[in-house]
């Protein structure tokens, strides 16, 4: 499964809304307790074809999980949208 944004940039990006990303994310929380693991993060980030999705994955949480409980929780989805559109090519736009 893919990441199903609006489009694709010319320069490769997906484009979506922070809530498209959201969403999209929280279909990974495969045990539903309302927090993405470093293993849903690697499904999710595997998912989109990117390469080292278990090294991706890693520095993701490391970058996201500001409580470093393990988890990204709701509070800390915003880091890791961040961090998508840096290092993931996900390119965030607002209507």
């Known amino acids: 499964m893919a990441i199903k944004s ?3 940039a010319s320069d490769g990006e997906r484009v979506m809304t922070t809530e498209e990303l959201k969403k999209w994310l929280k279909k990974f929380d495969t045990d539903k307790d309302g927090r993405i693991s470093k ?3 690697r499904q999710a ?3 989109t074809g990117e390469r080292f999705a278990t090294f991706k994955s890693r520095r993701a949480l490391q970058s996201a999980d500001v409580n470093q409980d393990g988890y990204i929780g709701e509070e800390e989805l915003d880091n890791l949208v961040e961090f998508a559109q840096k290092h993931l090519g996900v390119k965030i736009i607002q209507f």
């Open 45 to 47: 980030i595997r998912a």
């Open 39 to 41: 293993e849903e993060l």
């Open 6 to 8: 609006r489009s694709i």
